[in-house]
C-alpha cells in the first residue's frame, strides 16, 4: 500500500494554553476526496490551519508525502506543493478572472507552467474562461468559489486543502461548486474538504471524518456513512 500523501498523526491542537482539538488523526491518499466535517466551533479549521502551517500542532505530528512537516511556515507548504482554498474566497474583486488566476502561480516552479495550467483551468471551468476578462467581484458567488479553487490550482499543487467552500451560497450554487471539487479529484489530485456541509459532502466523497468538540467521532466510507443513524439524526434531519 502506497503511503499517504497527507498524514495527521494523533495531534492535539490549540491557541496558547487552550486545547481546541484533542488527539486527532486522519489521512489523505493519492488521488481521494476526504471530507471533515462537523458544526460550528467543532474544530475543523483548526486542523487546517496547522496542516497549512498556521500553528504548530502542541502534541503528534503532520507528514506531506512522508515528510515531518509539523511547525512549517505557510509560504514553505506552498513550496511542498500544498495549496489552500480559504474561507470567504478572498479574491481581488476589482481585478479580472484571469488576473486573480495568475496571482496563484507566483512560485518560480508554477510560474514556468502557468500558460499550461491556464489552459486546465478554462477546461476544467468553462464559466471562468467565458468571463476570463469580467471583474472578479462581478460574478455569482458559485463562480467566485471556482475562481479561488482555479487560483490554488495555478499553483500546480500536489495537495488540496479547501476551506467551507458552500459558505454564504444558495442550494444550487453549493451544487455547481460541488460538483466543480469532484471534477477536480477526478484529475487525481487529493483533496482535504472542510465543510459543514455534510449531505454534500458525502455525496462527493471518497471518505468522510466527523469532528464534534475536538474530537473524531467518526470515520469511514462517504457512502456507508450516508446511512449511519448518528449522521442521518445530527446531521441530515432525518
Known amino acids: 500500500m502506497s503511503q499517504p500523501i497527507l498524514s495527521v498523526d494523533h495531534v492535539d491542537l490549540g491557541y496558547g494554553s487552550l486545547t481546541v482539538v484533542f488527539d486527532f488523526s486522519l489521512h489523505v491518499d493519492q488521488g481521494e476526496l476526504v471530507g471533515l466535517v462537523g458544526g460550528n466551533g467543532s474544530g475543523k479549521s483548526t486542523v487546517l490551519r496547522a496542516i497549512s502551517g498556521m500553528i504548530r500542532p502542541m502534541k503528534g505530528r503532520i507528514l506531506l508525502d512522508g515528510e515531518e512537516v509539523s511547525g512549517a511556515k505557510p509560504h514553505q507548504m506552498a ?15 476589482n481585478m479580472t478572472v484571469h488576473e486573480n488566476l495568475l496571482l496563484g502561480a507566483f512560485l518560480p516552479a508554477a510560474r514556468s507552467k502557468r500558460d499550461s495550467s491556464l489552459e486546465k483551468i478554462y477546461h476544467l471551468f468553462p464559466d471562468l474562461k467565458k468571463n476570463a476578462q469580467a471583474m472578479a467581484g462581478q460574478l455569482s458567488g458559485g463562480q467566485q468559489q471556482m475562481v479561488a479553487i482555479g487560483r490554488a490550482l495555478m499553483l500546480d499543487p500536489s495537495m488540496l486543502i479547501m476551506d ?34 455534510v449531505k454534500q459532502v458525502l455525496s462527493i466523497s471518497d471518505r468522510t471524518y466527523v469532528l464534534e468538540n475536538g474530537r473524531n467521532v467518526l470515520d469511514g466510507a462517504s457512502e456507508e456513512l450516508q446511512g449511519h443513524p448518528m449522521i442521518k439524526k445530527a446531521y441530515l434531519g432525518l
Open 164 to 197: 467551507e467552500p458552500s459558505l454564504g451560497l444558495s442550494p444550487l450554487l453549493v451544487k455547481d461548486v460541488m460538483a466543480s471539487i469532484r471534477r477536480v479529484a477526478d484529475t487525481g489530485l487529493p483533496i482535504l474538504l472542510v465543510e459543514q456541509n
Open 79 to 93: 513550496q511542498r506543493g500544498l495549496a489552500h482554498v480559504p474561507m470567504g474566497r478572498q479574491l481581488f474583486a
